[in-house]
């Protein structure tokens, strides 16, 4: 009897998965991809590749590198035939390490392989090297060798002061209080976790609900205050908004015990403390990534206890669902997992440092090897950026609350009505019936927009969805007056992300305009700005930005 080639081919792809089975063992690390693998297709894939690489050698490859790469900017990369070579090699190598991975992996797998074949492919572009970077190169013969002597003095500085990772900013021009975090106001209220921000309004009358931001755990809170023109909450002021603000203390070994629970009774203590200033009985209460979490956690907490507090939700680059499509799958491994709690628990803390280092890897080629060209290579200073002097100025993360974050990251009980419990309350998100504000950005990397859009499903009440340009960061510093600036909007009433996309109109300019706006509908009638900032219980201070941000 004859067998078709169908039948051949499932003949072959059985035993190859028994061959696999045997030799690695049916638990082992490696056994699921390759069961996973089909040998037909690598065989094509490497087909492939041979043909690219012989058409490459021939001169007859199409391969020509993206327009927007960094990498492949300067001029040689086309009109030299063997920079144009390499560069098609190593296209063509890329393209191959990347369809080595399976489409049918389970996310998280997936997730692994795709930040694995991005740290190779990246550390293997030959820009990375002096002969393989044609800019380099001429300016190395340019200047006699003075660039990479620069280069090298700084590589050697990185290696002793910055953990071997090369810099990514100048922040020497940048001072917090002076350029930064620089927005008028006064710290009305300080606990042992955090100092509360009442900023000066800026018009002669305000809206008479305040609203609240609670920023992430992780990190300054003054991205959301950088320069002068780029800080949302000088705009926010500006729209007659009355604005409050957290700062949280940058924790030491000494607060290796704060978890989830220290910090939402924070965040009700300052919610308590708004509402007591304002003497209004609701607040808007918004949160930035892992602030989002805490402002959901509190949230469900208000309403599992029947209180009436928050008016109104938004949620900027928060991930709700962490069992999607997102980078940070790749770290969902439970030896990884064990590792990371035991580290953070032996320091007390998981150090700032080590964070930066992680989200570097995420994305290595922008984050890591741009900078060792211009570093390294080009001999030239790092920018000096508002946004990368934030990103430089890292915090600490507590041992308890790292503890807390994997194990929501492990479990995702979050989305299980009644799972999750705030200061022993279980909470449902689906109790929280207030009006909801969810932003996205769209090439983030860390909250991918479509997981963002999804936090829709667990929340009660009606949602609006905007989705910026930009990416996780760089979406939310995103003032009104950028030309570049473009957002979508609409109601997230499609279950289906792309239905959504299809519909929502797409308007020019930021975010931030269609926020003040949506959320100025909901504060109420417009009363008097308050001649002095504080209350008689919550007496002003020190002037804003504090001194935990300094810390």
Known sequence: MTM??????????????????????????????????????????????????????????????????????????????????????????????????????????????QLAASIVTSTLAPTNTLLGNPAALAKTLKSGGSNLARGFATFLKDLADNGG?????????????????????????????????????????????????????????????????RSFAEYTVAQGLQYFAISWRNPSPDESAWGLEEYIEAALEAADAVATITGRPRLNLVGFCAGGMLASMVSGYLAAKGSKLVNSLTLCVTMLDFKVDAALGAF??????????????????????????????????????????????????????????WNNDSTNLSARLHDDFLKLFEDNILLQPGAFKALGEPVDLGAVTCDSFIVGAITDHLTPWKACYQSRRYLGGDCTFALSNGGHIAALV????????????????????????????????????????????????????????????????????????RQ
Do not use: C
């Open 4 to 113: 078709s080639n169908q039948e051949l081919h499932g003949l072959a792809q059985k035993q190859f998965n028994e061959f696999a089975a045997s030799l690695l063992g049916p638990g082992g690390p490696f056994a699921s991809y390759l069961r996973g693998a089909d040998m037909f297709k690598v065989f094509d894939q490497n087909v492939a590749f041979y043909k690219n690489m012989f058409e490459i050698a021939t001169g007859a490859s199409a391969l020509t590198p993206d327009r927007k790469d960094w990498r492949f900017q300067d001029e040689a990369w086309t009109s030299n035939p063997l920079y144009r070579r390499l560069s098609q090699a190593y296209l063509a190598m890329t393209e191959a390490v990347e369809k080595m991975i399976p489409d049918d992996l389970p996310l998280e797998e997936k997730a692994r392989a």
């Open 332 to 389: 969902r491994f439970p030896t990884l997992l064990s590792v990371a709690k035991a580290q953070s628990a032996m320091k007390g803390v998981l150090p700032g440092s080590e964070l930066q280092k992680i989200f570097t890897w995420l994305r290595p080629n922008d984050l890591l090897w741009n900078y060792w060209v211009n570093n390294y290579l080009m001999g030239e200073t790092p920018p000096a950026f508002d946004i990368l002097a």
């Open 165 to 229: 990772m090369p810099q990514q900013v100048d922040d020497s021009q940048f001072e917090v209080g002076r350029n930064l975090a620089a927005t008028p106001g006064k710290i009305v209220h300080k606990s042992e976790l955090f100092e509360l921000i009442h900023y000066k309004p800026s018009t002669d009358s305000v809206y008479e609900t305040p609203v609240l931001l609670i920023p992430p755990q992780i990190g300054r809170f003054y991205f959301t205050d950088l320069a002068p023109g």
């Open 478 to 549: 995103n003032p009104p007056g950028n030309p570049k600036a473009y957002h979508w909007i609409g109601p997230a009433i499609p279950a289906d992300v792309d239905a959504w996309y299809a519909e929502a109109p797409k308007l020019q300019g930021s975010w931030w305009m269609s926020w003040t706006r949506w959320v100025a509908d909901r504060s109420g009638e417009r009363v008097p700005a308050p001649k002095a900032l504080g209350s008689k219980k919550f007496k002003p201070t020190i002037d804003a930005p504090g001194d935990y941000v």
